[in-house]
Nanobody, 115 residues
């Protein structure tokens, strides 16, 4: 059974940084595309960044130049380094993957950026 568990969220001031982690089990991240999504109150869930099994990365426009997605195949984890955080970055951040044609989501971790 695939499980994704996020951690690392919290309260940070504008301009601060946070590093989110996602621990995967039941599947290997080295052979699957992994992604970070976020959902702000009253808004739709949106893609933040994703990383392919080959290490290629893609970022949402708002994340370019500020966020970095990375992976550790040995630990079976992915990370999201978030820098220069803004109040608009506030939301619940989710880890996600598609495995055997099924989409899996973690429970999410709350990120709150104060102004």
């Amino acid at each position: 059974q695939v499980q994704l568990v996020e951690s690392g969220g919290g309260l940070v001031q504008t301009g601060g940084s946070l590093r989110l982690s996602c621990a995967a089990s039941g599947m290997g991240i080295s052979t699957n595309r992994m992604g970070w999504y976020r959902q702000a109150p009253g808004k739709q869930r949106e893609l933040v960044a994703r990383i392919t099994s080959g290490g290629d990365t893609y970022y949402g426009d708002f994340a370019k130049g500020r966020f970095i997605i990375s992976s550790d195949d040995v630990k079976n984890m992915i990370y999201l380094q978030m820098n220069s955080l803004k109040p608009d970055d506030t939301g619940v951040y989710f880890c996600s993957t598609t495995f055997m044609s099924r989409v899996y989501w973690g429970q999410g971790t709350q990120v709150t950026v104060s102004s």
